[in-house]
């Protein structure tokens, strides 16, 4: 079966400074990654997705995400963040194999921005 | 930008009612789905649809629940004789083929 794993729960960080959300996957065929925003009382918006070809893919809001299938992750990366990025994270995979493309969820990491 | 709604936003209900929740998916989407995240937990996956039925569904998704697509723009979820552990945010998303899913607002639902 298919299972994410966020490593991270909370996230601290000061603005301006670089940051990193761990994502890593188990599925025994080729997925289909998944990064969503969730910020308060909103819905889920789509950060980046990887589906093939280049493994390091580039999303909204300076966000970029690094696919690594010998390590099974899928860490996100900003260089340099901003108060506005608070908000909780989500790593989600589909295994596109054919199948109702369903999503899995991690357990969400909350980024919180600091002045 | 096409986007997924959802309606209400915000459902208040008695235990033991029974709920409709209401969303247009996103015109010339095929898949449609039904994820709940209880406060604080991770978003899980309830029920996908296709072409006119479920095509797979979580063991959440008991004899309480149903889906509808009555009209060919609306998809529904309706909760039979809710329960306090219903109380969530119910999102409805949709999807082209296999891209990226697109999720509304959500609604949530308070059981009371």
């Known amino acids: 079966a298919q299972s994410v794993t966020q490593l991270d729960s909370q996230v601290p960080v000061f603005e301006e400074a670089p940051v990193e959300l761990r994502c890593n996957y188990s599925s025994s065929v080729s997925v289909y990654l998944f990064w969503y925003v969730q910020y308060p009382n909103q819905g889920l918006q789509l950060l980046l997705k990887y589906l093939s070809g280049s493994t390091l893919v580039k999303g909204i809001n300076g966000f970029e995400a690094e696919f690594n299938k010998s390590q099974t992750s899928f860490h996100l990366r900003k260089p340099s963040v901003h108060i506005s990025d608070t908000a909780e994270y989500f790593c989600?995979?589909?295994?596109?194999?054919?199948?109702?493309?369903?999503?899995?969820f991690g357990q969400g990491t909350t980024l919180q921005v600091k002045p | 930008e096409p986007e997924v709604t959802q309606t209400p936003s915000h459902q208040v209900t008695q235990m033991g009612q029974e709920v409709i929740l209401r969303c247009v998916p996103i015109s010339n989407h095929l898949y449609f789905y039904w994820y709940r995240q209880i406060l604080g937990q991770k978003v899980e996956f309830l029920v996908s649809?296709?072409?006119?039925?479920?095509?797979?569904k979580s063991e959440i998704f008991d004899d309480q629940f149903s889906v509808e697509r009555p009209d060919g723009s609306n998809f529904t979820l309706k909760i039979r004789s809710t329960k306090l552990e219903d109380s969530a945010m119910y999102f409805c998303a949709s999807k082209q083929g296999r891209t990226e899913a697109f999720f509304g607002q959500g609604t949530r639902l308070t059981v009371v």
């Open positions: 649809f296709y072409n006119n039925e479920i095509s797979e």
């Open positions: 989600a995979v589909n295994t596109g194999s054919g199948n109702t493309g369903k999503l899995i």
